[in-house]
T-cell receptor
């Protein structure tokens, strides 16, 4: 069964460093998303991406964040200068985004646990 | 105002019994989708079940069913015949609006513990 994959599974970085989180969405999906989950808290939306551009972003997704689809398979989240409060689990998700029943379901990757020291 | 409310921070259930996890939502849209995800201690988010706002029947997927009461804006998850492996966090989520690629809003979650 196709699934969303993410690398790395864990990332430890120093405050102020840049990190790139990588995702490979399900191949026939058209919408891509990043969410984050601070330890013990609920899942929060960061950004959605469709047709090679950002379609929606939250207040969390400030100038320190960027997303890119550098090729036909990868979808990346870059944090330019990490802060302590960026420590969280980052989930990539994808969906077909069609209007047939259930096609809007978002399938999540296993997550990247980011720790900023 | 919270879009998704899950009033049970924690629940216990005896193995093989059924359990209902509550979810209420707030939207003024006519078109929306409701979803339940399971998050085991390993951290991944596993899709369980989907209910569209125009679906007339309650959704079912194996041991999972969704008790959809549109007028009350509730979408409770029912797990029948609980298993030890069902112990996890459970999140209710909603997609609002006519754009089917819209982001999801998640509730705070319910931690379910299945007792042997």
């Amino acid at each position: 069964e196709p699934e969303v994959t993410q690398t790395p599974s864990h990332q430890v970085t120093q405050m102020g460093q840049e990190v790139i989180l990588r995702c490979v969405p399900i191949s026939n999906h058209l919408y891509f998303y990043w969410y984050r989950q601070i330890l013990g808290q609920k899942v929060e939306f960061l950004v959605s991406f469709y047709n090679n551009e950002i379609s929606e972003k939250s207040e969390i997704f400030d100038d320190q964040f960027s997303v890119e689809r550098p090729d036909g398979s990868n979808f990346t989240l870059k944090i330019r200068s990490t802060k302590l409060e960026d420590s969280a689990m980052y989930f990539c998700a994808s969906s077909e985004a069609g209007q047939a029943r259930g096609q809007e379901t978002q399938y999540f990757g296993p997550g990247t646990r980011l720790l900023v020291l | 105002a919270q879009k998704i409310t899950q009033t049970q921070p924690g629940m216990f259930v005896q193995e093989k019994e059924a359990v209902t996890l509550d979810c209420t939502y707030d939207t003024s849209d006519q078109s929306y989708g409701l979803f339940w995800y399971k998050q085991p201690s390993s951290g991944e988010m596993i899709f369980l079940i989907y209910q569209g706002s125009y679906d007339e029947q309650n959704a079912t997927e194996g041991r999972y069913s969704l008790n959809f009461q549109k007028a009350r804006k509730s979408a409770n998850l029912v797990i029948s015949a609980s298993q030890l492996g069902d112990s996890a966090m459970y999140f209710c989520a909603m997609r609002e609006g006519i754009d089917y690629g819209q982001n999801f809003v998640f509730g705070p979650g319910t931690r379910l513990s299945v007792l042997p």
